[in-house]
């Protein structure tokens, strides 16, 4: 250990500390020279950011924002991680999700990186009957099985008892999950299951193969429907006790019954609300366990999530996968599967699985992102988002339990209509484009070929929706390729671009961008007569608005265009519309391509 010698120095010394009071000051002139005049905290809300849930993340955080104090790595409240290395010795469990019998892709992605199995069985995937055949090869020993067999899980569990007892798998040495969720089976498909063969399953795990749990509390229904995190959360927690309260009436213990579950989570590209949501889930969870007397660790598995998966320009997804586990990671996730870059679009072939695969290693081995235990542990911003996170989503979790618990507020309706409620302010902004969407809402290729895959298994449905986050743009951009289909050509708008290149360039690429996230193509050159266009949209600076551009619009209409565009704000005689940051993108998209007679 080096020592600096006392020489009467001090690092940074002619840097007097500065105060939050001096900081808002320096903000306040930046804003007032922005024309908003604010002052004191309404500086910080004026630069806030507005999340779901009623949280917001503010412009700075210091050690004012105080958190409860997180503990220690593997205990109590296990908000820094599970356990007391965290993924140190080897790094998260990598996952892969399997829902057909594609020739070797099994034993290609434990060959090539993955650690365990997510085997989908029955409805939507792989016959329960051919569970041998897909385990063909596998070391049952070495290779972790979870299985998620819906309505035939009892059918799937006894298949895969008999193939341990066939290869010689002792009672000790199986590892995995029965993927058993009667809840989240109804939270899909509307149908509710009995309990009693799942607690049969738990009690016989629990005395018979320590390795194997029997339960999943898979939070993805909710997710997948549109939910916020803080009602992930919630509805996990609520189905958590469900189980619980269920397994302990049936005669196990409440340690056994704690025992038998481990919890299934989304990954978003929101990096750090997903790190949040991963410490808060295993702080929200050690609380119920230590009310019940029971271990309070959460065992989690993370998926990247389907819902910010886009169909066109797939190759982003790759991005966004990246980003999702890497907060995976630094969030203490046990296990993580990454979804395929193409998983939208159908079955994925095997380079997309092999980039799955890598994801999760480049992250592990060469970022070496698990060789540090809780990598945002002590961020102001994470602790203090994490402690509001676990508020919201604990306020979530009472009102259910207040309705009955989770199976009453599935069979209500209630929960549905809270998800849907979320999902509709969601949708809007997506449509304003104030969370954008790459090579969908925001910098689309029209010319891209899109690319095709065999189509998956249809999932179980009947219950709660599935919702995209593009789906909206999704139908507009399919608008245009049916049109493109039916006449050889796609809807077109004229871009009148006033004034020099400087003037007019930024709106015109806001314009072209806006127009193509509805499948519109943009034309530049030449006049509007020789365009095969029927619209257009004046692109330039406010000053030669006010100096061209009623002249302008009069010019287009007589050269034949029935509606006018401008890009900016304003009031001009012979503009019909306007379209600037903020706009509502999906509805006027749709009222453009509805004009333009493309159905």
């Known amino acids: ?20 009071e001096q900081w808002q000051r320096l903000v306040e002139g930046v804003l007032r020279k922005s024309g908003k005049e604010v002052s004191g905290t309404a500086v910080e809300d004026a630069l806030s950011t507005t999340l779901e849930d009623g949280l917001r993340t503010r412009p700075l955080y ?5 958190a409860p104090d997180p503990g220690l790595p593997g205990f109590a409240p296990y908000l820094r991680g599970s356990r007391p290395e965290g993924g140190v010795v080897g790094g998260w469990d990598v996952r892969q999700r399997h829902t057909t019998l594609a020739d070797g892709a099994v034993l290609a992605d434990l060959e090539n990186g993955g650690t365990s199995l997510w085997l989908v069985l029955g409805e939507g995937g792989i016959p329960v009957a051919e569970l041998g055949r897909a385990l063909e090869g596998v070391y049952l020993d070495l290779a972790p099985v979870v299985l998620d067999a819906g309505r035939d899980t009892e059918e799937a569990a006894e298949t895969l008892r008999r193939l341990y007892a066939d290869r010689g798998v002792g009672p ?20 509710a299951l009995d309990f009693a063969p799942y607690a049969a399953l738990a009690a016989r795990c629990a005395e018979t193969r320590p390795g194997v749990r029997a339960l999943t509390v898979d939070a993805l229904p909710y997710h997948e429907a549109g939910g916020s995190a803080a009602q992930e959360l919630g509805a996990s927690l609520a189905t958590g006790v469900a189980y619980l309260r269920a397994l302990t009436e049936a005669g196990l213990s409440v340690e056994q019954a704690a025992g038998q579950l481990e919890f299934r989570y989304a990954a978003t590209a929101d990096q750090f609300l997903t790190v949040a949501k991963l410490r808060a889930a295993r702080r929200l969870w050690s609380r119920v366990a230590e009310v019940c007397g029971a ?5 989690q598995h993370v998926v990247t999530s389907p819902v910010m998966m886009s169909r066109r320009d797939p190759w982003v997804n790759m991005l966004r996968t990246t980003v999702a586990t890497l907060a995976a990671g630094v969030g203490g996730a046990d296990s993580v599967t990454v979804l395929p870059f193409d998983h939208a679009l159908g079955l994925p072939d095997a380079f997309a699985r092999r980039i799955a695969r890598n994801t999760s290693t480049i992250l592990i081995e060469e970022s070496h992102l698990s060789r540090v235990i809780d990598p945002a542990g002590g961020s102001w911003y994470v602790e203090r988002l994490t402690d509001e996170l ?26 549905r209509t809270d998800l849907a409620t979320t999902w509709a302010e969601r949708s809007k902004r997506l449509a304003k484009r104030r969370e954008p969407i790459t090579g969908v809402s925001e910098f689309p290729l029209l010319a891209e070929k899109p690319v095709v895959r065999e189509p998956a298994p249809e999932p179980p449905s009947g219950g709660l929706p599935r919702v995209r986050r593009d789906e909206a743009f999704e139908e507009l951009r399919a608008r245009s390729d049916a049109h493109l ?7 077109r708008i004229f871009l009148a671009t006033l004034g020099p290149a400087a003037a007019h360039t930024a709106r015109a690429a806001f314009a072209a961008n806006l127009f193509q996230a509805g499948g519109i193509e943009p034309v530049t050159e030449g006049g509007f007569a020789d365009s095969g266009a029927t619209e257009a949209v004046l692109c330039s600076s406010d000053a030669l608005y006010a100096e061209q551009a009623e002249q302008a619009a009069e010019s287009l209409r007589a050269a034949g265009a029935r509606h006018v565009f401008l890009a900016g704000r304003g009031e001009y005689a012979g503009v019909d519309s306007y379209v600037f940051a903020g706009c509502d993108a999906v509805d006027v998209l749709s009222a453009t391509l509805d004009r333009m007679g493309v159905s």
């Open 1 to 20: 250990m080096t020592v600096l010698p006392d020489d009467g120095l001090s690092l940074a010394a002619e840097f007097p500390d500065a105060t939050h």
């Open 62 to 66: 210091t050690a004012r924002d105080a």
């Open 172 to 191: 000790e040495a199986a590892r995995g999950n029965l993927g058993g969720d009667p809840l989240g089976y109804e939270a899909r498909t509307g149908t």
């Open 295 to 299: 271990p309070g660790a959460q065992t």
């Open 390 to 415: 676990a508020q919201a989503a604990w306020e979530f979790f009472r009102t259910i339990e207040r309705d009955g618990g989770q199976a009453a507020v599935l069979r209500s309706g209630r929960l």
């Open 485 to 491: 289909a039916a006449t050889g050509a796609r809807p």
